[in-house]
């Protein structure tokens, strides 16, 4: 095969900055078709990139195109429906995280990747950083001793802006705990391994101007979501809350719709 023919579903800055920019010069790369619902847009990129064929649906990208490998760069809530019928089709996948809005979507989508035995692959970025390669190297060998604890965080302030973003709709997303939350998640297991446990909770920031008696109440206020503990190995369906009520979809979109929540998550290994 001399080349890969690659269509790509999404023309945001992110489609661009990070796969036709990178991928339109490698060798073995060629990006056949493209599916945007902007138009105008997507006729602007594809004339800048040499691709072909637009398509509005991506539906009809897959049915009407030869393709090889198929990039995902839409909204979470569109993953699953995308990528099971890429696998269908046999085709690679590289899809963007989070791979989906629930945990039992996310299997279901791993299941089919693995049955029609196809190349696959959730792109997380951060790992791939120099800084953080080095970093692991450092840590498997061993360089800087047993680490005992690590807190992993993300400073980003365009959540915060007013303006509609299906990434803060909850019909469409988890939020921020799912757009950078999910990264820090993904270096953890890159740098220490799988976690033997997880427990996760849901508190509120304090509103800025409020002095320390503000503050206080406001923690006081915070909703836990609760203490979870999750062994590796074990599925969803073997979850259960601290009082013993099964852990359902709803309870494992731990989400940051309010600009001032912050979730909280917690790794342990063994």
């Given at each position: 095969?001399?080349?890969?023919?690659i269509?790509?579903?999404?023309?945001?800055?992110?489609?661009?900055?990070?796969?036709?920019?990178?991928?339109?010069?490698?060798?073995?790369?060629?990006?056949?078709?493209?599916?945007?619902?902007?138009?105008?847009?997507?006729?602007?990129?594809?004339?800048?990139?040499?691709?072909?064929?637009?398509?509005?649906?991506?539906?009809?990208?897959?049915?009407?195109?030869?393709?090889?490998?198929?990039?995902?760069?839409?909204?979470?809530?569109?993953?699953?429906?995308?990528?099971?019928?890429?696998?269908?089709?046999?085709?690679?996948?590289?899809?963007?995280?989070?791979?989906?809005?629930?945990?039992?979507?996310?299997?279901?989508?791993?299941?089919?990747?693995?049955?029609?035995?196809?190349?696959?692959?959730?792109?997380?970025?951060?790992?791939?950083?120099?800084?953080?390669?080095?970093?692991?190297d450092?840590?498997?060998?061993?360089?800087?001793?047993?680490?005992?604890?690590?807190?992993?965080?993300?400073?980003?302030?365009?959540?915060?802006?007013?303006e509609?973003?299906?990434?803060?709709?909850?019909?469409?997303?988890?939020?921020?705990?799912?757009?950078?939350?999910?990264?820090?998640?993904?270096?953890?297991?890159?740098?220490?391994?799988?976690?033997?446990?997880v427990?996760?909770?849901?508190?509120?920031?304090?509103?800025?101007?409020?002095?320390?008696?503000?503050?206080?109440?406001?923690?006081?206020?915070?909703?836990p979501?609760?203490?979870?503990?999750?062994?590796?190995?074990?599925?969803?369906?073997?979850?259960?809350?601290?009082?013993?009520?099964?852990?359902?979809?709803?309870?494992?979109?731990?989400?940051?719709?309010?600009?001032?929540?912050?979730?909280?998550?917690?790794?342990?290994?063994?």
């Amino acid at each position: 095969m001399d080349h890969l023919s690659i269509g790509i579903v999404g023309s945001s800055f992110w489609a661009e900055f990070a796969y036709l920019q990178r991928l339109t010069d490698h060798p073995r790369a060629k990006f056949v078709a493209l599916c945007a619902r902007d138009q105008q847009r997507a006729q602007s990129i594809a004339g800048k990139y040499g691709i072909s064929r637009i398509e509005a649906d991506w539906r009809r990208l897959l049915d009407k195109h030869d393709l090889d490998a198929l990039i995902v760069v839409a909204p979470d809530d569109l993953h699953k429906e995308i990528v099971l019928s890429a696998c269908e089709r046999k085709l690679a996948v590289l899809c963007e995280k989070p791979l989906a809005n629930s945990a039992t979507d996310a299997w279901t989508m791993q299941r089919a990747a693995a049955q029609a035995g196809i190349t696959n692959m959730v792109m997380f970025t951060w790992r791939w950083q120099p800084h953080f390669v080095f970093l692991n190297d450092l840590l498997k060998r061993g360089e800087l001793g047993r680490p005992l604890r690590a807190q992993l965080g993300f400073l980003a302030g365009y959540m915060r802006t007013p303006e509609y973003s299906w990434r803060m709709d909850p019909r469409r997303s988890n939020g921020n705990f799912a757009d950078l939350g999910s990264h820090m998640i993904d270096l953890a297991r890159f740098f220490f391994g799988d976690p033997s446990s997880v427990t996760a909770g849901h508190g509120h920031r304090p509103q800025p101007g409020l002095g320390s008696r503000g503050r206080s109440r406001q923690r006081q206020r915070a909703r836990p979501l609760g203490l979870r503990r999750w062994p590796a190995g074990v599925h969803r369906d073997e979850l259960r809350h601290a009082d013993g009520r099964p852990v359902h979809d709803s309870d494992l979109q731990v989400g940051d719709h309010n600009h001032e929540s912050r979730p909280r998550l917690s790794l342990c290994r063994q």
